[in-house]
């Protein structure tokens, strides 16, 4: 049995003999069976305690009786929902994130309905994450998506994916995620191509950047993709040397007048004279 850090058991046992004779056998033994449901992680309520420690300002003590239910109860919904306590004591309370991420690990092993696995994985990926894993964090946030593909929040996932995959460097992948999200999820298809863009840009493919940027462009009728995607497509087209057209969609951009000054001034520097 766990220690009990109250006490309560310890204390019991000391003054047993005086409530034999005073209260009686079945008050002592009720009081024991109490003593034991409260202290023993592998009472059915265990994870109150773990509960009343937090609300009581002691994370660390409320982790150590919530690790202790997950070894020991025999109910395994009990042991899920302390493993999800516990992850959550840790991530939100102590700021670890890497010791909440490995008990949200164990719990998904215990998870067999594919909407919650999704969601776990998606609470992983973003540990994962926080704990400076990008490679692994993209890992877990596809698997969450590919899962349960029919989520609300499925594009979202493949979305932050891709993104994450970008940011690292991994070109490659992010290409591959972009163009999942637009044929999983039509509806994303001009923020899926907005991601293509990004990417043929940053590998020098500045023929198939703009012709993805235009392809966003023609694929929404959100004001802000609209005109990521003309200030995207005014890059690429003033680097291919179309100084008029770059200066037009730059116009269509609706830039802040600062900014559309400082790149318009530059590209009419260099029109040719007529």
């Known amino acids: 049995m766990q220690p009990d850090p109250e006490g309560l058991l310890a204390v019991l046992a000391h003054v047993a003999p005086r409530f034999t004779t005073r209260l009686g056998m079945t008050t002592v033994l009720a009081l024991a069976i109490s003593a034991f449901i409260w202290g023993s992680p592998v009472s059915p309520v265990a994870v109150w305690r773990g509960d009343l420690l937090v609300a009581s300002g002691r994370p660390e003590a409320a982790v150590e009786a919530y690790d202790a239910?997950?070894?020991?109860?025999?109910?395994?919904?009990?042991?899920?929902?302390?493993?999800?306590?516990?992850?959550?004591?840790?991530?939100?309370?102590?700021?670890?994130?890497?010791?909440?991420?490995?008990?949200?690990?164990?719990?998904?092993?215990?998870?067999?309905?594919?909407?919650?696995?999704?969601?776990?994985?998606?609470?992983?990926?973003?540990?994962?994450?926080?704990?400076?894993?990008?490679?692994?964090?993209?890992?877990?946030?596809?698997?969450?998506?590919?899962?349960?593909?029919?989520?609300?929040?499925?594009?979202?996932?493949?979305?932050?994916?891709?993104?994450?995959?970008?940011h690292a460097g991994d070109l490659v992948q992010a290409d591959r995620l972009w163009r999942?999200?637009?044929?999983?999820?039509?509806?994303?298809?001009?923020?899926?191509?907005?991601?293509?863009?990004?990417?043929?840009?940053?590998?020098?493919?500045?023929?198939?950047?703009l012709t993805a940027y235009v392809r966003a462009s023609d694929h929404t009728f959100d004001p802000d993709l609209a005109a990521a995607a003309k200030f995207g497509s005014s890059i690429c087209l003033e680097r291919l040397g179309d100084l008029e057209e770059a200066l037009a969609d730059l116009d269509e951009a609706e830039l802040?007048?600062?900014?559309?000054?400082?790149?318009?001034?530059q590209m009419r520097d260099r029109l040719p004279t007529r």
């Open 69 to 166: 239910v997950a070894r020991s109860n025999p109910f395994q919904s009990v042991q899920q929902s302390a493993l999800e306590r516990g992850g959550n004591t840790l991530a939100m309370d102590l700021g670890d994130v890497h010791g909440a991420r490995l008990r949200f690990e164990l719990l998904l092993g215990l998870t067999a309905e594919p909407r919650q696995q999704a969601a776990l994985l998606e609470r992983i990926g973003g540990l994962l994450l926080a704990e400076g894993d990008e490679a692994n964090a993209v890992v877990r946030l596809r698997e969450a998506h590919d899962l349960f593909p029919q989520a609300p929040e499925a594009a979202d996932r493949l979305t932050r994916a891709a993104t994450i995959a970008a």
């Open 180 to 209: 999942r999200l637009g044929k999983k999820h039509p509806e994303r298809t001009a923020l899926a191509e907005l991601g293509r863009a990004d990417v043929a840009l940053r590998q020098g493919r500045i023929q198939d950047a």
């Open 256 to 265: 802040p007048s600062t900014v559309f000054e400082e790149r318009a001034e």
